[in-house]
Nanobody
Framework: VQLQACGGGLVQAGGSLRLSCAAS????????WGWFRQVPGTEREFVAR???????YYADSVKGRFIISRGDAENPVYLQMNSLKLEDTAVYYC???????????????????WGRGTLVTVSS
């Protein structure tokens, strides 16, 4: 299984970016998907999750600004980031979760596969 988060870059505060996740080696529709982010020296934190059925869940810090959506087999999940703030600066990771129950899982330890991250830098 290989995952790779893509689409990061430098953006001014208030701007937008769209992240994608390139995936291979798994049946993407069989997984729930999540986005996490990490600032060096801190814990990787939950950002958003989308279930196999399309239900979404967001961290309070991004609710109303970010949108997670499902894509196709090769790019199974996207993260549209709007109204970006300085504190959104981080390395962003996509992750796949084989769990198919109704519990919203936000711990990184619950996700089965991880991609390499992409750096998002928000400038003032």
């Amino acid at each position: 299984v290989q995952l790779q988060a893509c689409g990061g870059g430098l953006v001014q505060a208030g701007g937008s970016l769209r992240l994608s996740c390139a995936a291979s080696g798994l049946t993407s529709r069989a997984y729930a998907w999540g986005w996490f982010r990490q600032v060096p020296g801190t814990e990787r934190e939950f950002v958003a999750r989308i279930s196999r059925g399309g239900r979404t869940y967001y961290a309070d810090s991004v609710k109303g600004r970010f949108i997670i959506s499902r894509g196709d087999a090769e790019n199974p999940v996207y993260l549209q980031m709007n109204s970006l703030k300085l504190e959104d600066t981080a390395v962003y990771y996509c992750a796949a979760d084989a769990y198919y129950g109704s519990v919203v899982r936000t711990s990184r330890r619950e996700y089965h596969y991880w991609g390499r991250g992409t750096l998002v830098t928000v400038s003032s």
